[in-house]
């Protein structure tokens, strides 16, 4: 494996060979591959297999480059790319997800009395470190305008919560509305929605509501399932 994963992370450094930072390639390499062997103490990885791509919810796709029992990986840098996002947020916005997993990992290893790593296998920092010019950067000391970035490996279980913090999140959520009513539909099963207060807000305007119709949709399941995966162009027939 550690072959693997040393050409897996010699692609990576090759691809930013123009912005290493601090570090050769050589030591880049052999960082990413530190960290994807710590990784693997804990989680089961593997080799995907070649050609392996995952989409995004019709705003793009990714290839898979690990796969473990239940879930498979990607590159964050390659995610970031198809959907619009800048590698050093997606690296920022991977950085504060896996510090809110370490906290809840705590939490729960206070409370077993172990320590365990059930909620640190969605993301892998490779340790790598790039800088590039950025004119949109706050200028350093010397006037430079740069930003910091490198890779990580990130869970497909965790691309719906990126896909919605990136410039397509608002449109990525309209698309999931029929969706998510029909999942809120079946954990509710033998409940009656009616009956069960909540309030809508639409442009600052609180109204009373309740839960039936906050999940109501006019689609069928199928139908709904197609809304989520047709991205940003995609129109259901007798969708307005």
Request: aromatic fraction near 10%; proline fraction near 4%.
């Amino acid at each position: 494996m550690s072959s693997h994963f040393e050409r897996f992370a010699a692609a990576i450094v090759a691809r930013n060979d123009d912005n290493l930072c601090d570090y050769g390639p050589d030591e880049q390499v052999a960082r990413a591959v530190a960290a994807l062997e710590r990784f693997a103490t804990y989680t089961e990885i593997k080799p995907a297999t070649p050609g392996h791509m995952i989409d995004l919810a019709g705003f793009g796709s990714a290839p898979v480059h690990f796969e473990g029992k239940d879930k498979k990986y990607l590159l964050i840098s390659e995610v970031a790319d198809a959907l619009g996002v800048t590698v050093w947020d997606a690296c920022k916005w991977a950085d504060k997800e896996h510090l809110w997993a370490l906290r809840e990992q705590r939490e729960n290893d206070e409370e077993d009395g172990i320590l365990g790593w059930n909620c640190l296998d969605d993301y892998c920092d490779l340790k790598l470190w790039f800088n590039v010019d950025n004119p949109e950067a706050k200028p350093d000391a010397g006037g430079r305008r740069t930003s910091d970035y490198g890779d990580w490996l990130i869970s497909h279980d965790r691309l719906m919560l990126f896909i919605a913090d990136s410039p397509w999140g608002k449109e990525f959520m309209s698309n999931m509305s029929d969706l998510f009513a029909h999942g809120m539909k079946k954990f509710f099963a033998g409940g009656d929605l009616a009956n069960i207060p909540a309030v809508r807000i639409e442009d600052g305007v609180v109204t009373e509501a309740t839960a039936a119709d906050l999940f109501h949709s006019d689609l069928t399941e199928e139908e709904a399932r197609r809304k989520a995966s047709r991205g940003p162009n995609g129109v259901l027939e007798g969708d307005s």
